[in-house]
């Protein structure tokens, strides 16, 4: 235990050490494992994901065949409204179109702005 103990102290002692070669080593190492954990959870994620639909698919396969067909029935059963009322018209709206106001030829002269303080 201890001897485990003075490696990981030491590891992470390269981190921050002096020497950039080991520095960086030790930098290496630690970002190949991060990147292998990462991945190593994600597709065992995906993994999982794929189990699952295989086991969903098996169960559907063993049921049998009467009852796949007795519970079609009573999906459609629920689906069919009792009292089928015709679909409403389709609204339409009509929009006008924005019209545009056109420029002026020409720009006015400008004119003098006066303030009650010029005057003193």
Known sequence: ???????????????????????????????????????????????????????????????????KNDENERESEREKPQDAQPAPAPVYYLVEKKRVRKKPPEYAEPRRVRFDDEGR
């Open 1 to 67: 235990m201890t001897y485990a103990m003075n490696e990981l102290l030491s590891f992470s002692v390269n981190l921050l050490s002096a020497a950039q070669a080991w520095g960086g080593a030790a930098t290496l190492l630690l970002f190949a494992f991060s990147f292998i954990a990462v991945h190593a959870v994600k597709l065992a994620s995906k993994g999982y994901l794929l189990y699952k639909e295989e086991e969903k698919k098996k169960a559907d396969e063993k049921t049998p065949v009467g009852k």
